[in-house]
Structures are given as C-alpha cells and as structure tokens.
C-alpha cells in the first residue's frame, strides 16, 4: 500500500516536495519509482531509486537537474524533491515500488505497486 502526499497549486520557479508512504509487506520492494501523468497524455517516467542503494538512481531528461528523489527505510517512504518547477511539470504524479531491481529501472510494467497520485499544478 502507497500513499503519496506534498502535490498542489505553485508558481514557476517554486519547488515542492512529495512524500510516498508505503505499508504492508515492504521487505518485498526493491525500488521506488515517481511517475507521471499530464493532462490528455500517457503516464510517463519521472524518476527512480534503489531501496538498497541510495546512489542508484534514474531520471528523466526534462526533469535532470532539478528534481532529486530519495528514500528513507527507516520511515518506509520515498521522496521527490521538486525544483525550479515548471508549467510543464503540470501531472498527476504516482509513486510506484518494485518487488526487484536493475539499474536504471524505468518502465512501468516493472512497477507492481501504486500510489492514488497526487496533483501537481504549476502555474506561470
């Protein structure tokens, strides 16, 4: 079980930070995942972390740069910190966590475990 926390309404420029909280059977995830999905468009990758590697990460190349994402095993939960936040940023975003794991891990099919989503607006 996920649930994702920390969407709303900003500015461009702004910077948000999301929160997963996963229960349940977590000695089974490997992985977390973030993706997205904008208005009228496909859920697509934002970015990923290795439960046990905290330098094993993956991003998108829009997103390169200004959003960081991490984890804390302690608290069972993922984070994406979101900066310099752009319109285009606009989406549905879903956490998402994997029962294995390989670098780079970024399709969606490799995910068994999903978020609600929580929206993310950012306005001019």
Known sequence: HLVESGGGLVQAGDSLRLSCVTSGRTSNIYGY???RQPPGKEREFVASIAKYDSTDTSYTNSVKGRFIVSRDNDKNTAYLQMNSL???DTAIYYCAASAF?????????SFAYWGQGTQVTVSL
């Open 33 to 35: 995942g973030w993706f």
């Open 86 to 88: 752009k319109p285009e």
């Open 101 to 109: 794991w390989t670098a780079g891990l970024s399709e969606r099919d």
